[in-house]
């Protein structure tokens, strides 16, 4: 049993032998099986294509598989707009359900600027929490200012970003405010990119 690329006639597999200097291509063959699964780990936008599964019999059994893939996409938690009310704490929440490949690093900007959690303001913290579900990055600014008010996009390295409008305010508040000391973020979704397939595909087929 063979596994081939079609985009290069590349054969990738023979039976438990893998004919690629590519490590993220590899064979599954449960013992006393007939299943030999193509592996893929770490895949890129590049895989995405048709592999075809061959059997060396008398006719030959093909299977061609096409192999999407799609991006993933960072979510921030909440309503599309968050208003908070000036002295009190702006909580974004934000979500990366990347599960074999955690983002090598979170971004959060304001506006057009990366958020700087040295400035001279103060009072800026970024929480992060890898799980087997994903990554939770978690920007808290406290006290907060009119001068917070604005776009705030979180963006990971291997992911689309997201952004939320939040509006501080100094009197009256609407109904959709952030309660309490640590509120709701908010999402809205933007941007391209990054692959959220871990295994290409696997056909169940009896071996030659």
């Known amino acids: 049993v063979s596994w081939m690329r079609k985009r290069d006639l590349h054969i990738l597999t023979s039976s438990i032998f893998t004919y690629t200097g590519d490590a993220r291509f590899g064979v599954i063959h449960p013992e006393a099986s007939d299943e030999w699964n193509l592996r893929v780990e770490y895949v890129q936008k590049r895989d995405a294509g048709i592999y075809e599964c061959q059997v060396n019999t008398?006719?030959?059994?093909?299977?061609?598989?096409?192999?999407?893939?799609?991006?993933?996409?960072?979510?921030?938690?909440?309503?599309?707009?968050?208003?908070?009310?000036?002295?009190?704490t702006i909580s974004l929440t934000c979500s990366i359900n990347v599960h074999s490949t955690p983002p090598g690093s979170v971004l959060w900007y304001h506006g057009p600027s990366v958020v700087d959690?040295?400035?001279?303001?103060?009072?800026?913290?970024?929480?992060?929490?890898?799980?087997?579900?994903?990554?939770?990055?978690?920007?808290?600014?406290?006290?907060?200012?009119?001068?917070?008010?604005?776009?705030?996009t979180c963006v990971p390295s291997n992911a689309n970003p997201a952004s939320v409008w939040v509006h501080v305010l100094n009197g009256e508040h609407p109904a959709a405010m952030q309660h309490g000391e640590h509120g709701f973020g908010s999402r809205i979704r933007a941007g391209p990119w990054w692959l959220t397939f871990l295994v290409a595909t696997a056909a169940t087929i009896f071996s030659s």
Not at 123 to 148: H, M, N, P, Q, R
């Open 58 to 88: 008398e006719p030959k059994i093909n299977m061609a598989i096409l192999l999407n893939v799609e991006a993933a996409q960072a979510n921030i938690w909440g309503p599309e707009e968050v208003y908070v009310k000036k002295g009190s």
């Open 117 to 152: 959690f040295d400035s001279p303001r103060g009072g800026i913290s970024l929480e992060t929490e890898k799980t087997e579900s994903g990554t939770t990055s978690k920007l808290l600014v406290t006290k907060a200012a009119v001068s917070d008010s604005g776009n705030y």
